[in-house]
């Protein structure tokens, strides 16, 4: 079921969640970036993990700026993992929420300038899943005065689901890559010990 939608800022196309019985907001200073983190997606350590977002110019994009600034993400707990058709990409990590206050997510990994988001995700041992492509809306961006009608930009919305699915030990995997996302090349096994840097 559907347990919470947010906007999330990913200016550095990156968003992070953590289990704050584990981790207070002002011990996450740093990020948990290094080339092995880029390369399959994702900085994993128990307790905290940090999401890499894809580019739609890596796919052909229209007008499609480096980074996307913000991914639209519906949170999902306890129901089976369902992949879209528009996904792009797809990882699964473990993930243990240990106390009884949720989880947190934080916009780009700007752990200090903005408060994270508060969650409800009982405790429990997760397969968390994060997929993730986007879709393009046109909208209008002006009027042609020669014609009087609306000129078109098609934007692109950046989306992604997060699934919380019951289950322990569960085990780290690229569920899904597009063969056009070309900036992600993991290596096996993933890596799975980050070190905030």
């Known amino acids: 079921m559907k347990v919470h939608s947010l906007f999330c800022g990913v200016s550095y196309s990156n968003f992070a969640l953590f289990d704050p019985a584990v981790f207070a907001w002002d011990d996450l200073s740093a990020h948990m970036i290094t080339n092995n983190s ?30 996307m600034f913000g991914i639209e993400l519906d949170i999902r707990l306890d129901e089976p993992v369902k992949l879209s058709s528009d996904a792009v990409r797809a990882i699964q990590v473990p993930f243990s929420v240990a106390g009884n206050d949720g ?12 408060p994270p988001r508060k969650i409800a995700i009982p405790a429990g041992d997760y397969a968390l899943v994060f997929e993730q492509g986007w879709k393009y809306d046109p909208q209008p961006i002006e009027i042609n005065e020669a014609t009087g009608e609306d000129e078109m930009e098609f934007l692109y919305t950046l989306w992604g689901r997060l699934w919380f699915t019951p289950e322990q030990n569960a085990e780290p995997k690229i569920i899904l890559q597009n063969p056009r996302d070309e900036r992600m090349r993991p290596t096996s096994p993933l890596c799975m010990n980050g070190v905030p840097g």
Request: aromatic share 20%; charged share 25%; with cysteine.
């Open 38 to 67: 880029l390369n399959q997606g994702f900085a994993w350590r128990p307790g905290h993990v940090e999401f890499y977002t894809v580019n739609a110019d890596d796919f052909g994009g229209f007008n499609c700026p480096y980074d």
């Open 103 to 114: 989880i947190r997510i934080t916009d780009d990994g700007d752990y200090v300038a903005r």
